[in-house]
T-cell receptor, first 115, second 114 residues
Framework: AQKVTQAQTEISVVEKEDVTLDCVYE???????LFWYKQPPSGELVFLIR??????QNEISGRYSWNFQKSTSSFNFTITASQVVDSAVYFC????????????FGDGTTLTVKP | EAQVTQNPRYLITVTGKKLTVTCSQN?????MSWYRQDPGLGLRQIYY???????DKGDVPEGYKVSRKEKRNFPLILESPSPNQTSLYFC?????????????FGPGTRLTVL
């Protein structure tokens, strides 16, 4: 069975600090997909990224970067030079290749960026 | 404008009164999904659909039905709602092409079952 753990329930940083959100996953499949989502205080859900298990290249998108390490079953998300607008709940999720449509989410990490 | 729409946005109903939450997307996406979000329980997938007439259960399908008769619509049906189905519901659709994956969410439907 697949499982996603986001051990950090809440994180608080001051603007311009870098922050890393941890995501550890469990799966028996060799093919799987990992996701990150953002839910700002307004409540909408925003898709950020999908990574498949065969692609361990780190990805950077502006101030966002993702570090995928199969050896530690982790898919961590770093925000560089955080801004107040980054304040949100961030969810990590996993879907297994044998049933790629089915997703399991972590409990989320609430990030607060203070001015 | 590319979007996923849900209706209604808010609904208060009573136990046992059948209801349908509609979800529609205008992006011709094959994949659609329903999630519920509850305090302390996070996001959980209810049902998903990989294409027209293809639906499958997520983690919490009990008490829900879905249908996918056409690509753009993916309604969520509660045949006999109960108070434990009080929740915030999100519909989503995804573009999945090779390495490209983009997912779009509806604005959410807040359901209260009394």
């Amino acid at each position: 069975a697949q499982k996603v753990t986001q051990a950090q329930t809440e994180i608080s940083v001051v603007e311009k600090e870098d922050v890393t959100l941890d995501c550890v996953y469990e799966t028996r499949d060799t093919t799987y997909y990992l996701f990150w989502y953002k839910q700002p205080p307004s409540g909408e859900l925003v898709f950020l990224i999908r990574r498949n298990s065969f692609d361990e290249q780190n990805e950077i998108s502006g101030r966002y970067s993702w570090n995928f390490q199969k050896s530690t079953s982790s898919f961590n998300f770093t925000i560089t030079a955080s801004q107040v607008v980054d304040s949100a709940v961030y969810f990590c999720a996993l879907s297994e290749g044998t049933n790629a449509g089915k997703s399991t989410f972590g409990d989320g990490t609430t990030l607060t960026v203070k001015p | 404008e590319a979007q996923v729409t849900q209706n209604p946005r808010y609904l208060i109903t009573v136990t046992g009164k059948k209801l349908t939450v509609t979800c529609s997307q205008n992006m011709n996406h094959e994949y659609m999904s329903w999630y519920r979000q509850d305090p302390g329980l996070g996001l959980r997938q209810i049902y998903y659909s990989m294409n027209v007439e293809v639906t499958d259960k997520g983690d919490v399908p009990e008490g829900y039905k879905v249908s996918r008769k056409e690509k753009r619509n993916f309604p969520l049906i509660l045949e006999s709602p109960s108070p434990n189905q009080t929740s915030l519901y999100f519909c989503a659709s995804s573009l999945i092409t090779g390495r490209i994956h983009r997912q779009f969410f509806g604005p959410g439907t807040r359901l209260t079952v009394l």
